[in-house]
């Protein structure tokens, strides 16, 4: 509470490329299972460029919405591929809706993740089911509001949705996938799970270990 929210979101940035840097490998074999394997190295790309931009905001004064919406930017235009312009819209749909206001409230904080899973499949148009971010990202953002309207803290409620993300990622592998370059290869997909699910549930972990510090 000490730290502000816009030094948070730096900080949960940072978390997320070192997760991702020491994942790129992994993630990128799961990629190749069905799709073209470049999901490591778009996500790393997408979230180095996405914390130097997010740096030189806070640095500049920016509040917590103005350096994530930065980071979003950075994200979208650098990464590649469809999920570095999901998670660029997604990002940015959660900075619009959370704001620079502080403190940042239990409220701002889940009406940020929904604005991202809404706007992550309002651009993609994934449905629940269709073996994409969404099928961690949709149940995440439904634990973390359940949560926070029992009344737990950001942090306890965010780390035990992060959880939930984990397993439903893993669960993706008896999906078949609907949407993207892994459709064409659906077969080859079964029983693997969602490079994509996958790598939206290291990124919350990672920012679950920032809230709980
Ligand atoms: P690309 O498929 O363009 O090479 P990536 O490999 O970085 O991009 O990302 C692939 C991941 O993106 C998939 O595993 C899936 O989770 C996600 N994805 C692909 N298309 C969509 C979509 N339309 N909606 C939601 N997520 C999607
Ligand atoms: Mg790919
Ligand atoms: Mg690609």
Redesign the pocket.
């Known amino acids: 509470a000490s730290r502000s929210a816009a030094r948070r979101v730096v900080s949960s940035l940072e978390a997320m490329l070192e997760v991702l840097r020491g994942a790129e490998d992994e993630l990128g074999r799961s990629?190749a299972i069905a799709?073209?394997g470049?999901?490591g190295r778009?996500?790393l790309r997408g979230v180095d460029f996405a914390t130097t931009a997010a740096h030189a905001a806070q640095a500049a004064g920016w509040g917590a919405g103005g350096v994530l919406e930065a980071a979003a930017d950075a994200w979208a235009d650098n990464a590649g591929?469809?999920?570095?312009v999901?998670w660029g819209a997604g990002l940015r749909a959660f900075a619009r809706a959370a704001g620079n206001e502080e403190p940042v409230t239990p409220e701002v904080v889940a009406r940020g993740v929904a604005a991202y899973v809404e706007a992550?499949a309002n651009l993609?148009?994934?449905q629940p089911g269709d073996k994409?971010?969404?099928d961690a990202a949709a149940p995440f953002r439904d634990e973390l509001a359940a949560a926070l309207g029992d009344g737990r803290a950001v942090p306890d409620a965010w780390a035990g949705a992060a959880a939930v993300a984990t397993e439903r990622a893993a669960a993706t592998s008896a999906l078949r996938p609907k949407?993207?370059?892994?459709r064409p290869l659906a077969e080859r997909s079964i029983g693997h799970p969602?490079?994509?699910?996958l790598s939206f549930a290291l990124c919350v972990n990672a920012v679950a270990e920032v809230l709980g510090e």
């Open positions: 990629d799709g073209d470049d999901h778009g996500m591929g469809a999920s570095g999901l992550v993609g148009g994934a994409t971010i969404i949407l993207g370059r892994a969602d490079p994509g699910a």
